[in-house]
């Protein structure tokens, strides 16, 4: 059994920067993907970054690389998430979630079976 649990939301304002931490318990083996998810009130969870047990990384098109980083001192145990220069439109409830037993990660939210109960993040000016 695979839990996750994320910590380090909160509120915080525009240009400052967050790190989100995901604890994992149980094992996810060595083929398995860990993302990060955001939702907004009535939208569906969308990836923001996610990151291959072999430490190969995927963001989708619509994140902005150059402020949201997955950095490559994961362990299996604790997945982080990096988000540089917050704004407004970064506001959300942020999830951890793992797709366990494959090669390639994928963006959509269907394809990962555990999750964490969130950590909301709110960006105000």
């Known amino acids: 059994l695979v839990q996750l649990v994320e910590s380090g939301g909160g509120s915080a304002q525009v240009g400052e920067s967050l790190r989100l931490s995901c604890v994992v318990s149980?094992?996810?083996?060595?083929?398995?993907?860990m993302g990060w998810f955001r939702q907004v009130p009535g939208k569906e969870r969308e990836a923001v970054a996610i990151?291959?047990?072999?430490?190969?990384?995927?963001y989708p098109d619509s994140t902005d690389k150059g402020r949201f980083t997955i950095p490559q001192d994961n362990s299996k145990n604790t997945l982080y998430l990096r988000i540089n220069s917050l704004k407004p439109e970064d506001t959300g409830m942020y999830y951890c979630?793992?797709?366990?037993?494959?090669?390639?990660?994928?963006?959509?939210?269907?394809?990962?079976?555990?999750w964490g109960q969130g950590t909301q993040v709110t960006v105000t000016s």
């Open positions: 990151i291959h047990t072999d430490g190969e990384t995927t």
């Open positions: 979630a793992t797709d366990l037993g494959v090669w390639v990660c994928y963006v959509e939210s269907t394809a990962y079976e555990n």
């Open positions: 149980g094992d996810i083996g060595d083929e398995a993907c």
